[in-house]
């Protein structure tokens, strides 16, 4: 993936720039821990390299409680993401999924390490939950839409859902893509 970061939508205003349109929005809900998730990577990569800045594709956090890491897991995410590599962290992650389950928490910190990334505030920003609140409300938000499983997909107000099927997904995404951005 490439490192555009896991962000809130820009405010009025701000985002494309002067004569640019406002990008779509691909909103992902997803979890760590999800083989889907790190199954729908190809995706995301796909829908990355076909539409560029005109998609702008977001991670929203929504842990599952079947995966004992996963809240932890999106906590360090958003800690990378303070960090500004979200989503290389959140791919690496992902690959290690397993791992995850059987070390715990101790692969959240080495994976930031390995990338570079200051583990020591890792270690303290799961230790302090100081991001447990943006994760909080994207699951009370994506409880709200209807997200049950994940990878969840919302754009142009659709919710799909990959947690059952990732199967024609990718271009059902990229047929309301196409039709937002023809206007």
């Not at 009025?12 to 992902?28: H, K, N, S």
């Amino acid at each position: 993936m490439s490192d555009p970061q896991p962000s809130p939508s820009p405010g009025p205003g701000e985002g494309a720039g002067p004569g640019r349109p406002q990008p779509v929005v691909l909103d992902v809900w997803c979890e760590l821990q999800c083989p889907d998730c790190r199954t729908a990577q190809t995706d995301l990569d796909a829908l990355r390299a076909r539409y560029g800045d005109a998609l702008e594709i977001r991670i929203r956090h929504f842990p599952l409680e079947r995966h004992q890491h996963a809240h932890a897991a999106a906590q360090a995410l958003e800690e990378a993401i303070v960090q500004g590599r979200g989503w290389p962290y959140a791919e690496a992650v992902l690959a290690r999924a397993e791992e995850l389950a059987s070390r715990g928490e101790v692969v959240l910190v080495e994976v930031a390490r390995e990338l570079g990334l200051d583990a020591e505030e890792m270690d303290t920003a799961l230790i302090d939950g100081r991001h447990i609140l943006i994760v909080d409300a994207d699951q009370a938000e994506g409880k709200a839409i209807g997200v049950t499983g994940t990878p969840t997909y919302v754009i142009g107000g659709e919710r799909l859902d990959g947690g059952k099927s990732q199967e024609g997904l990718r271009e059902r995404v990229e047929e309301i893509a196409d039709r937002l951005l023809a206007g």
